[in-house]
């Protein structure tokens, strides 16, 4: 993890009292602006309910809605978890792909999620991101599933999709997991408020749990 990133989480979880030159800093998410044509501000509700969930179950100080960023803004630098989501295709330039690579190996996280057809596009851009480095399933025994809350079967399923089991594929640095591909899950539907999916009450709480458990990884577990 970046000195950056270390600093900011010590703070996070410092509490409220408010620092020599003025409140501690929050963390939160950065929802990421792609190119493609993708519908990357899909869910709108679903990561201000995850960031809620993050602030009531863990002692992480985080802002109530995530900032939509594009790998050419500055304050890449300052957000621990980037998210990225959509139903359709996702794609980087050159000038990206260096960027975002040396935001991951600097410490940065990347969640992808399928929320439905991304995953061609998903994968072409994988490959051309670490073309060296495959996509594997992230074992069962990772602290990812079970940082927070206790997951043995790895992600959970919200929606059916094309009827497949839910993995979690990943990409690891060093043996850092750097880059987390939820697929066949849709996790991010889980997120969203209880009247837009009608997902039962069990699956939506599994979501969130996840979602935790991502998020502390990203934040304390990193590096």
């Not at 979880?13 to 493609?36: A, C, E, F, Q, V």
């Not at 495959?134 to 069962?140: A, S």
């Not at 929606?159 to 939820?182: E, K, N, W």
Request: glycine share 10%; charged share 20%.
């Amino acid at each position: 993890m970046t000195l950056a990133f270390l600093v900011a989480t010590l703070l996070a979880m410092s509490g409220p009292t408010p620092g020599p030159s003025g409140p501690m800093p929050y963390l939160t998410i950065g929802r990421l602006h792609y190119d493609g044509g993708g519908d990357w501000y899909a869910d709108p509700s679903a990561l201000p309910n995850l960031l809620s969930a993050i602030r009531e179950r863990t002692g992480l100080r985080v802002e109530p809605r995530e900032r939509t960023v594009t790998l050419r803004d500055q304050q890449l630098w300052s957000i621990p978890y980037l998210y990225a989501t959509g139903h359709g295709d996702i794609h980087w330039s050159d000038s990206d792909l260096v960027t975002l690579r040396t935001y991951l190996e600097r410490g940065g996280f990347l969640h992808i999620n399928d929320s439905y057809g991304m995953d061609p596009s998903v994968r072409r851009e994988v490959a051309r991101l670490f073309p060296d480095i495959p996509l594997v399933d992230v074992p069962l025994d990772h602290p990812i599933y079970h940082l927070v809350y206790d997951f043995p079967r790895g992600i959970p399923k919200i929606h059916q999709h094309d009827g497949h089991p839910a993995r979690g594929f990943g990409i690891f640095l060093r043996g850092r997991l750097v880059l987390y591909y939820s697929y066949e899950s849709d996790i991010g539907d889980g997120w969203e408020d209880p009247d837009v999916h009608h997902d039962p009450p069990a699956k939506r709480e599994a979501a969130l749990e996840m979602g935790v458990n991502l998020f502390a990884y990203a934040v304390g577990y990193a590096g």
